[in-house]
């Protein structure tokens, strides 16, 4: 990935000013909420989200959480519901995530979502995450700010030992008061405990009226990344393909022959970014799919994971 000079931001208004500026151009800025940093990109920029996992290392494409700044930035991009309202009422801002249905004409990257119909969506409770948030006026996903695998980043020193030239920008505010995760509940269908967190089961049954179902590893609702076959088209998807086979639709990668290219530069953020929507696309078709060959340094490998669980075997 191309080197940044990484910029140490202080949190006043000239910092938080220059932040939402290069989140807006579609750079990825780390900052602090109440648990730990985090590194945020625009939600809406399908590349800018690319790069939060070229930055990471992370190995494959998982749903991303969505930060806002209120609960009426949240219903521009989900389905809000009665149940919503009332927890959003009761812990809002605050490390509880809600997974909602994505709204028609939503905008956000399908890479935000891995796929999925859902969108996870917070409110911080951090004074200068939601000053960025409200001054970038848009949905910024945000994972830990740390390379995958490494411990979770609780100042602005720790996202420098982990990430400094690979981001554009960290906004420091000292350190964060360190806490458990948010609380993830899925309110898509059955109100359910998705993950643990830092808002306990009981009060959210208190608030819902209801007890919740909890998450089992087996559920439709596990995350991307914990089933072998995730996302499945209709129409089989062969892969390592260098021709067209019948009635086969080919997807391509980099200068070759083929009917749809997830980038025609060989750029491994734009064809992450195309990845989910073209898959989309090319599933409407009612045609085979076949995709050519992409390396797998950098986000290569989680593109071909991605396509390899589309390729799986239908249980």
Known sequence: MIPYRTEYLSADPAGLAQAADLLRQGQLVAFPTETVYGLGGDALNGEAVAAIYAAKGRPSFNPLIAHVASVEAAQRFVEWSDQAARLAAA????????????????????????GLDTLAVRVPAHPTARALLQAVDRPVAAPSANPSGRISPTT?????????????????????????????????????????????????????????????????????????????????????????????????????????????????????????ATLHKLDRSGRPIAVTPIPSDGLGAAINDRLRRAAAPRG
């Open 91 to 114: 812990f809002w801002p605050g490390p509880l995530t809600l997974v909602l249905p994505l709204r028609d004409g939503h905008g956000v990257s399908s890479l935000v979502t891995a």
């Open 156 to 276: 602005a020193d720790h996202v420098r030992a982990g990430l400094d030239g690979r981001i554009a920008a960290v906004l420091d505010d000292g350190p964060c008061g360190v806490g458990l995760e948010s609380t993830i509940v899925g309110l898509a269908g059955e109100p359910t405990l998705l993950r643990p967190g830092g808002i306990a089961l009981d009060q959210i049954e208190q608030v819902l009226g209801t007890q919740l179902h909890i998450h089992q590893s087996g559920d439709l609702l596990t995350a991307p990344g914990q089933l072998q076959s995730h996302y499945a088209p209709e129409a089989p998807v062969r892969l390592n393909a260098h021709t067209r086979q019948g009635e086969e639709i080919l997807l391509g990668f980099g200068p070759v022959d083929c009917d749809v290219n997830l980038s025609a530069d060989g750029n491994l953020t734009e064809a992450a970014a195309n990845l989910f």
